[in-house]
């Protein structure tokens, strides 16, 4: 009896922790730190849109190493986020707190270093000046460097279309040595292999989005086929196709680079 009564105790204490962390920020905090390095994808918070708080936790509770790049830190810590890597060019930070010669834009983005440094800590600081790449590729490269396989991208739509236009088809240059997810709320986008093959239910939403030119496209089970076909971006894509009916799609293409949207709405 008293066996039974401790546990209904600690079960009531941990139903009131779960409701007390989902109501506060701590909902932000990451448990990644348990996860084994490497096991599940790497998170890169880019500085698009932000996503909803419900897909934001969840990505954070199974990464084991966070990413947000320099432009989006102040709005990353405000939600409280625990981070292990803040990486860019650094174009509106500074390592003190002496910002005279900001203008006043700039005074608004630009954050103290020493203090990130001390509230993150343990945190790696990563300065990449390269002007040649974007700081989401500079991330990527990253990832590539310590042998991570996979990572799952936020915050990389929306906003500004120029932004979104890039982040999204460079994903495609990294193919051999990353596997890239960007996900917000309406959408995951990703390269899709030569053959490829999921389990879907019916009337999943679903576009394939050509990189350049792509040849020999041929589905199986979507509502609107293609066999050998050519899509070309510009010219003609596979965008708002769905799933016929319960069970395996099949899509195969013999060149070129095809990106798969599995969509929410």
Same mark, same amino acid.
């Given at each position: 009896?008293?066996?039974?009564?401790?546990?209904?105790?600690?079960?009531?204490?941990?139903?009131?922790?779960?409701?007390?962390?989902?109501?506060?920020?701590?909902?932000?905090?990451?448990?990644?730190?348990?996860?084994?390095?490497?096991?599940?994808?790497?998170?890169?918070?880019?500085?698009?849109?932000?996503?909803?708080?419900?897909?934001?936790?969840?990505?954070?509770? %199974?990464?084991?190493?966070?990413?947000?790049?320099?432009?989006?830190?102040?709005? *990353?810590?405000?939600?409280?986020?625990?981070?292990? *890597?803040?990486?860019?060019?650094?174009?509106?930070?500074?390592?003190?707190?002496?910002?005279?010669?900001?203008?006043?834009?700039?005074?608004?983005?630009?954050?103290?270093?020493?203090?990130?440094?001390?509230?993150?800590?343990?945190?790696?600081?990563?300065?990449?000046?390269?002007?040649?790449?974007?700081?989401?590729?500079?991330?990527?490269?990253?990832?590539?460097?310590?042998?991570?396989?996979?990572?799952?991208?936020? %915050?990389?739509?929306?906003?500004?279309?120029?932004?979104?236009?890039?982040?999204?088809?460079?994903?495609?240059?990294?193919?051999?040595?990353?596997?890239?997810?960007?996900?917000?709320?309406?959408?995951?986008?990703?390269?899709?292999?030569?053959?490829?093959?999921? %389990?879907?239910?019916?009337?999943?939403?679903?576009?394939?989005?050509?990189?350049?030119? *792509?040849?020999?496209?041929?589905?199986?089970?979507?509502?609107?086929?293609?066999?050998?076909?050519?899509?070309?971006?510009?010219?003609?894509?596979?965008?708002?196709?769905? *799933?016929?009916?319960?069970?395996?799609?099949?899509?195969?293409?013999?060149?070129?680079?095809?990106?798969?949207?599995?969509?929410?709405?």
């Amino acid at each position: 009896m008293i066996f039974y009564l401790a546990k209904k105790a600690l079960s009531n204490l941990s139903a009131f922790f779960v409701t007390f962390v989902l109501q506060t920020n701590s909902y932000f905090m990451s448990s990644h730190h348990v996860i084994r390095e490497q096991q599940e994808p790497a998170l890169i918070i880019a500085n698009g849109e932000a996503c909803s708080f419900e897909l934001m936790g969840q990505l954070l509770e %199974w990464s084991p190493l966070v990413i947000v790049l320099d432009s989006a830190i102040n709005r *990353v810590l405000e939600l409280g986020i625990k981070i292990d *890597v803040l990486l860019g060019d650094f174009d509106v930070l500074r390592n003190t707190s002496d910002f005279t010669l900001l203008d006043e834009q700039s005074i608004k983005r630009a954050v103290n270093l020493d203090k990130i440094r001390e509230e993150q800590y343990p945190i790696e600081i990563v300065h990449t000046p390269d002007q040649n790449k974007t700081d989401l590729e500079k991330a990527f490269d990253y990832l590539i460097e310590k042998g991570f396989p996979a990572v799952n991208v936020i %915050w990389a739509t929306g906003r500004r279309a120029d932004h979104t236009i890039t982040n999204v088809t460079n994903i495609v240059r990294f193919r051999e040595q990353l596997k890239i997810v960007v996900i917000d709320d309406y959408s995951k986008i990703f390269i899709l292999p030569n053959t490829y093959e999921k %389990w879907y239910p019916s009337k999943t939403p679903i576009s394939l989005i050509p990189i350049g030119d *792509v040849t020999g496209i041929s589905t199986e089970n979507l509502k609107y086929e293609l066999s050998d076909d050519s899509l070309k971006i510009g010219y003609r894509t596979g965008s708002s196709n769905e *799933v016929k009916e319960d069970g395996l799609v099949k899509i195969t293409y013999k060149t070129g680079d095809l990106l798969m949207m599995e969509c929410n709405d």
